[in-house]
């Protein structure tokens, strides 16, 4: 009686092996489709579809044949991949690969040869970087594995911009900090407008919406949340002589009056009675400063 070593099905290109208890005393023949071939052996070695049976002769001329063994032979499935873009992309995107095999054919992903669980089709979205391969497998002995396919994921620069004030007066101006990954290009944003500023830290004057955008050397970009700047206008000021009365216009939150260039101990009101004669001025601020 014929024994099989493995299985009946083999896939292209692999082996099984059909073994009979051998006997002192008889002789061997094999064969395959009722053709005999040159094995006399009562093990053989079999790469090839067929029914399988064997002839034991003995001393005596008695022969007998055995059960036949049907091998089936299973064509090696084939196992392409490639990306559908680029395989170097910035984090936050994806990369699609596609594997390309016959029909009936079983998808086992892997990531650095770690099989991917939860996918058996032959589309995979990717955020991660790595070696990715497929093995396209038919029945459980039939398995062909893929090239491998290399994707880089990019990190993104990190940016934030910083500054101690957010308002202050006209004429003045105020310093914005952008503080971002080493080696990244930062470019400044006003509104919607560009500036053709490229350094780190910038001296404004105007009101605006401020953004940085920062580029690293892999092409990926990030842009920093906004940062609102207030120019406020200054205060108009006028002195009325009213009486030999000084009175500030128009009525604000802080006076200074000065003579020539000197400012005077405790005038700090709206309204001031000079005891001399001569230039008088008054420096006026808002709730703004």
Not at 83 to 105: N, W
Not at 221 to 227: A, F, R
């Amino acid at each position: 009686m014929l024994s099989l070593q493995g299985s009946a099905t083999i896939c292209e290109g692999g082996n099984t092996i059909l073994n009979a208890t051998f006997l002192s005393g008889q002789t061997y023949r094999w064969k395959s489709n009722g053709q005999n071939f040159s094995n006399t052996s009562n093990t053989i070695t079999v790469s090839q579809s067929g029914i399988y049976t064997l002839e034991a002769r003995n001393n005596a001329g008695c022969t007998k044949e055995s059960n036949p063994v049907e091998i089936a032979v299973t064509t090696r499935p084939v196992a392409s991949i490639f990306a559908s873009g680029p395989t170097s992309v910035c984090a936050g995107t994806s990369i699609s690969l596609v594997g390309i095999a016959g029909s009936g054919t079983i998808f086992k992903w892997l990531r650095n040869d770690t099989i991917i669980s939860g996918n058996g089709t032959p589309l995979l979205s990717v955020n991660q970087s790595g070696f990715y391969r497929f093995i396209s497998q038919i029945a459980s002995t039939c398995a062909y594995t893929s090239s491998s396919i290399s994707v880089t994921i990019n990190p993104l620069p990190q940016i934030i911009i910083s500054t101690n004030l957010n308002s202050f007066c006209q004429g003045d101006s105020i310093k914005i900090k952008a503080i971002k990954t080493p080696g990244s290009n930062v470019k400044w944003i006003c509104n919607s407008d560009t500036l053709s500023i490229t350094i780190d830290n910038i001296w404004i004057k105007q009101s605006g919406t401020y953004r940085a955008v920062v580029r690293n050397g892999g092409g990926c970009k990030s842009v920093s949340l906004p940062q609102n700047i207030i120019v406020n206008g200054l205060p108009p000021g006028s002195i009325l002589l009213i009486n030999n009365t000084l009175v500030a216009k128009p009525p604000l939150s802080i006076y200074q009056w000065l003579k020539g260039a000197d400012s005077l101990l405790n005038a700090t009101s709206q309204i001031f009675v000079p005891t001399e004669s001569g230039n008088y001025r008054v420096v006026v601020r808002d709730g703004n400063g």
